[in-house]
């Protein structure tokens, strides 16, 4: 059993620049429009693999193993 993943990049296609200058001294007028186009679509597939009947293994603390080892009965 698998999973798939959609990822999307810039989906509202907001990456534009745009420069507008004007210099009145020297009558020079400059537009310039930039619009990239890196929208991009990822489409992942993922499956897990290995054992998953692995038998549980009961940590014990530092301090239980003392308590354990200190015991007088």
Do not use: C
Not at 6 to 18: E, F, Q, S, Y
Not at 25 to 41: A, K, P
Not at 46 to 69: M, Q, Y
Request: glycine share 2%; aromatic share 12%.
């Amino acid at each position: 059993m698998g999973s798939f993943r959609l990822a999307i990049n810039d989906l509202p296609n907001t990456n534009n620049i745009m420069v507008d200058t004007e210099f009145v001294e020297y009558q020079i007028h400059t537009y310039v429009d930039y619009f990239w186009r890196n929208r991009t679509v990822t489409i992942t597939y993922s499956r897990p693999f290995g054992n998953k009947r692995l038998k549980a293994v009961k940590r014990e603390s530092a301090l239980e193993e003392d308590i354990n080892r200190v015991k007088v009965e």
